[in-house]
């Protein structure tokens, strides 16, 4: 409901004042839609028995019988509005049933009942006896077990297949939008928990450049504040230019060789031409990345090394990560250092349902990371899109 606000100009003690407006039109507000479908309804009825339209309409507006027809849309209305807006909620809903049921059935038997003077009333405003009428079994008994009462009963059925069918339909789409909005929330989540983690050891990396050499260290923060424009304004849509999250890579690979100690060969292979129209979720790949960095093993005694091959084949991505890495730091990698992969993992089933399969191999000498993952075109705006 919208709400204007209004606040005293000349006292500032004065109370605001608050003005509800509506913000529905009152057909709708006081179901008055149920009077015409109910009255559509019973003249349908009329129609299949009496086998014509325009004689059904003759009947109900220029005699007596509008009596009739008059009783059973006011009551059947009133029945079924009174189990829509107040037995359905209050016992249906609260899984009441043996309640629901009891007064559904009282007031389908009240409404019967109340129709039945409707035959009586039109009866006499007619000017005839009810033999005349309606034939020789004419008869309040008569008129309850064979017209009004299965009628009303008809009546509640259709209502209450309409309002459940209704909300059935509201509570999917409510579910769909609620389903919606936690996966966005848990992408945004599962990202935005990588980043601070990312930003972490890029600046520790940084700090321990100025110590070891300036002129690096400028270089790495060069590529540092190319990293966050990539973070803060490049990557926070769902899908993104694969290219951009190449350069993203190769700019952290870059600022990792700058810190890296000379036994630490990196091996970098990139077969991706034309990646520009190829969309991809923003770091999924650097994750993989970044742990080969963070476990690579520190031997002095022989070479250490990292290996990324990056290949696509129009949508398909392969991409692997192999570094060698000791015992101990796999297993801190497996058991407690692997939350950025856990969530990588979420990350593609929730993004890449049924497309991608990830393998994960360690030993005691290396640790190795193989992804196959099904990429799709990024959708390029129509030029009057750009025009508009």
């Known amino acids: 409901m919208n709400s204007i606000l209004k606040t005293a100009d000349r006292n500032p003690t004065d109370k605001m004042i608050i003005e509800s407006t509506p913000s529905q039109n009152w057909f709708f507000k006081y179901k008055l839609y149920h009077i015409p479908f109910w009255c559509a309804y019973q003249y349908l009825w009329w129609v299949i028995a009496i086998g014509n339209p325009v004689k059904a309409a003759g009947s109900i507006l220029f005699t007596a019988m509008s009596v009739k027809f008059l009783f059973y849309v006011v009551f059947q209305v009133l029945a079924i509005c009174f189990n829509l807006y107040y037995l359905i909620p209050k016992f249906l809903e609260k899984s009441r049933f043996k309640e629901y049921v009891t007064y559904l059935l009282l007031t389908i038997l009240t409404a019967s009942l109340l129709i039945v003077p409707g035959y009586y009333l039109a009866a006499f405003f007619a000017g005839k006896t009810l033999t005349e009428m309606y034939g020789p ?114 700019n952290f690979i870059e600022l990792e060789k700058l810190r890296q100690n000379d036994n630490v060969q990196i091996d970098l292979q990139m077969n991706a031409a034309d990646t520009g129209h190829i969309g991809i979720a923003p770091f999924v790949l650097m994750i993989f990345v970044e742990n080969a960095f963070k476990h690579v093993s520190k031997n002095s005694g022989k070479t250490n090394w990292i290996r990324i091959n990056l290949e696509l084949h129009n949508t398909q991505l392969n991409f692997s990560v192999f570094n060698s890495t000791s015992p101990q730091l796999t297993n801190d990698l497996i058991h407690y250092g692997g939350i950025g992969l856990k969530n990588v993992k979420r990350r593609l089933d929730l993004i890449y349902p049924g497309q991608y399969e990830l393998e994960i191999q360690n030993t005691d000498s290396d640790f190795e990371v193989k992804l196959s993952l099904k990429l799709s075109e990024l959708a390029i705006p129509k030029f009057e899109e750009i025009a508009a």
């Open 137 to 250: 079994d004419g008869g309040c008994l008569y008129f309850l077990s064979t017209t009004s009462f299965p009628s009303t009963l008809a009546s509640m059925t259709l209502a209450m297949s309409i309002k459940l069918t209704k909300n059935w339909i509201q509570t999917e789409r409510r579910q769909r939008e609620l389903e919606k909005e936690k996966l966005e929330t848990e992408l945004k989540f599962l990202k935005n928990q990588f980043n601070p983690h990312f930003l972490f050891n890029t600046i520790n990396s940084i700090f321990f450049l100025i110590h070891k050499n300036p002129d690096m260290a400028s270089d790495a923060l060069a590529k540092f504040s190319e990293l966050l424009r990539y973070q803060l304004y490049e990557c926070n849509d769902i899908q993104i230019p694969l290219t951009k999250e190449i350069d993203y890579m190769k």
